[in-house]
């Protein structure tokens, strides 16, 4: 059998549009979903900042309260867990099938593609898929519809910023100990020799580690008060007699001062470090949250990344300077020295997901500006990007394109901290995952948004930090594999997200090990359901809350 698609689309075309809209009507009848992308009007300036001021210092994402006084808003739809998992489950999938027929779409159909049986003609298979596409972009219009009016929205917002202000007001507790003389402390060392975002990553461990065992952070030596605000009120390094090193087992004892390990991977490692989930909030925080654990980690950069009053200057006058207004997509190219730890991404495919982006907006908003915020290490994307898409606004950081070089960059850490501030504050931020960069701006979002995790679209990896404790899915179905590379599964299987770090291949498939035939390949995302890694993270002062 041979021929051009009037042998194929004629046969089967109706019938695969058919199936893929009774597939996601289907999706839009069981479960209530979102696309936030659309929920951002041209006429904001920026996500609004769900935090608020008490005494010059954020406490937690409330507008009206006091750091005792815990949020009460009118009564809500309050969702079942199950509801929340489900909706995910069902949104991550139509994610990931565009993503799948984006791909099909761009790469398989160049060319004629033969077999024995049939010549398809690739114009119009390509025709079908972008058809495809655009149905699940009225579908995601649709799910984000259904939940503006059950209520749901309003829930989600309260939920966020009530468990939100919790975490702070213990960081807060933590870290202005009636003593500083007889405090226990984590003495954390500025001294690591890398980039701005591997640094703060650092200052991240380092917190962690503190709210774990109950002690104050002091870091020492280093200039932290040239960027943020003070970590604590009056602890210092002059506080810091008789450092003892780790291992954890001095934390619950009599040992006052311990250090903690400058390269970030402390032995033995204990349970709270991420992306671990402590016990007293988790069932709050998974019903609320795509992804819980940069959630968490989020909550100690809302904490420690408070820009100080210069800082915020920089941020202000960029922004009136360049006019920054949503909706607007964030795009972050990391080319110099990327090449030495992951793969390298054209500008093309970072625009490529820029352009889905107003494409699904348009369903809202005809017409609307075109433009992004573009942050990279290489000057010379920046005239390449006003060349290749004149049709786009292309806002950047003006200091960025002086200082493209890696060499330059290391010196002019007010210029990254800006862009990485800008960023967070985009409507879409379109990055990789495995810059430090990257992962450093999508941790902020969390504390931007109720669930921050939607509004970030990674080329390469899915969300880790290094170090990480082994993060697991179970299968919700079996699977056969239908081509190489494809581990087998069974329900109830458990699957080990990645090797070292979860890969995304961003066609439905990541890479694990199934832990019980021990068999390493590719799984099916839409299979299997995320396994929270629960452990008992102790707090030992009054919390002052009607709610946990």
């Given at each position: ?24 009507t289907?999706?839009s ?8 992308w659309?929920?951002?009007?041209q006429s ?10 008490h005494?010059?210092?954020?406490i937690?994402?409330?507008s ?12 809500v739809?309050?969702?079942?867990m ?5 909706q995910?489950?069902v949104?991550?999938?139509c994610r990931?099938?565009?993503?799948l ?14 077999s024995?049986?049939v010549e398809v003609?690739?114009?119009e ?6 058809e ?16 503006d009016v ?11 910023a009530e468990?939100?202000?919790?975490i702070?007001?213990?960081?807060y507790?933590i870290q ?6 007889t405090?226990?402390?984590?003495a954390?060392?500025?001294e690591?020799g890398?980039?701005?975002g591997?640094?703060l ?8 580690a ?6 104050t ?16 009120s ?7 007699t008789n ?11 009599d040992?006052?001062?311990?250090e ?10 204990p349970d709270y ?6 016990r ?8 609320f949250?795509g992804?819980?654990?940069a959630?968490?980690?989020g909550q100690?950069f ?6 100080n009053?210069?800082?915020?200057d920089?941020?202000?006058n960029?922004t ?5 207004q ?11 020295d ?17 352009e ?24 010379k994307?920046f005239?390449d ?22 060499k330059l960059?290391r ?7 800006t ?10 931020v ?5 810059s430090?960069?990257?992962r ?7 504390s ?7 509004y970030?679209?990674s080329?390469?990896n ?13 299968a919700?179905?079996?699977?056969s ?17 990645g ?13 694990g ?6 068999e390493k390949?590719?799984?099916?995302y839409?299979?299997v ?18 709610k946990?």
């Amino acid at each position: 059998m041979s021929g051009s698609l009037a042998g194929v689309a004629t046969k089967y075309r109706n019938w695969l549009l058919a199936a893929m809209v009774v597939f996601f009507t289907a999706f839009s009848i069981t479960t209530l979903g979102d696309l936030p992308w659309l929920t951002q009007k041209q006429s904001n300036l920026s996500p609004v900042p769900l935090q608020y001021q008490h005494n010059s210092r954020v406490i937690s994402n409330a507008s009206t309260t006091t750091p005792h006084q815990p949020l009460h808003l009118f009564p809500v739809y309050e969702p079942s867990m199950e509801h929340e998992l489900v909706q995910r489950q069902v949104e991550g999938t139509c994610r990931r099938t565009n993503g799948l027929s984006m791909i099909r779409s761009n790469n398989s159909c160049k060319k004629k593609v033969k077999s024995k049986k049939v010549e398809v003609n690739a114009n119009e298979l390509k025709n079908i898929l972008e058809e495809i596409q655009d149905r699940i972009r009225v579908t995601q219009y649709d799910l984000r519809q259904l939940k503006d009016v059950d209520g749901s929205r309003t829930w989600r917002e309260r939920e966020a910023a009530e468990l939100s202000d919790l975490i702070q007001r213990r960081l807060y507790a933590i870290q202005h100990p009636p003593n500083c003389t007889t405090a226990k402390t984590v003495a954390c060392r500025m001294e690591r020799g890398c980039g701005i975002g591997c640094q703060l990553h650092h200052v991240l461990y380092c917190v962690m580690a503190a709210y774990g065992s109950q002690r104050t952070l002091v870091l020492y030596p280093g200039n932290w008060n040239k960027y943020f605000l003070p970590i604590n009120s009056s602890c210092n390094s002059s506080h810091l007699t008789n450092i003892s090193r780790w291992p954890a087992t001095g934390l619950e004892g009599d040992i006052r001062v311990i250090e903690f390990p400058l390269w970030d991977k402390p032995v033995p490692a204990p349970d709270y470090m991420p992306l671990s989930l402590p016990r007293d909030i988790w069932r709050r925080l998974v019903r609320f949250h795509g992804d819980p654990g940069a959630w968490w980690v989020g909550q100690f950069f809302q904490y420690v990344l408070r820009p100080n009053q210069h800082l915020q200057d920089i941020i202000h006058n960029l922004t009136t300077t360049l006019d920054f207004q949503t909706p607007i997509v964030g795009v972050h190219i990391r080319l110099t020295d990327k090449k030495k730890e992951a793969k390298l991404h054209s500008l093309e495919e970072y625009m490529t997901q820029v352009e889905e982006y107003y494409k699904v907006l348009d369903l809202k908003e005809k017409n609307a500006t075109r433009r992004i915020y573009l942050a990279s290490d290489e000057r010379k994307i920046f005239s390449d990007a006003k060349i290749k898409y004149p049709h786009y606004q292309i806002l950047y950081n003006p200091e960025s394109e002086k200082l493209g070089e890696l060499k330059l960059r290391r010196y002019s850490v007010s210029s990254c901290l800006t862009d990485i501030f800008m960023l967070s504050r985009c409507s879409l931020v379109v990055a990789t995952l495995s810059s430090n960069i990257g992962r450093l701006v999508y941790e902020i979002m969390q504390s931007l948004y109720p669930d921050g995790s939607l509004y970030f679209s990674s080329l390469d990896n899915d969300y880790f930090v290094h170090f990480q404790r082994p993060k697991l899915a179970r299968a919700r179905f079996p699977h056969s594999p239908r081509r190489q590379g494809v581990i087998k599964m069974q329900t109830g299987d458990l699957v080990k997200e990645g090797y070292k770090y979860p890969i995304n291949f961003h066609n439905g498939f990541a890479e694990g090990i199934n832990l019980r035939t021990k068999e390493k390949g590719k799984y099916p995302y839409y299979k299997v359901e995320s396994v929270y890694d629960i452990v008992n993270t102790s707090y030992s002062h009054d919390d002052a809350t009607g709610k946990l």
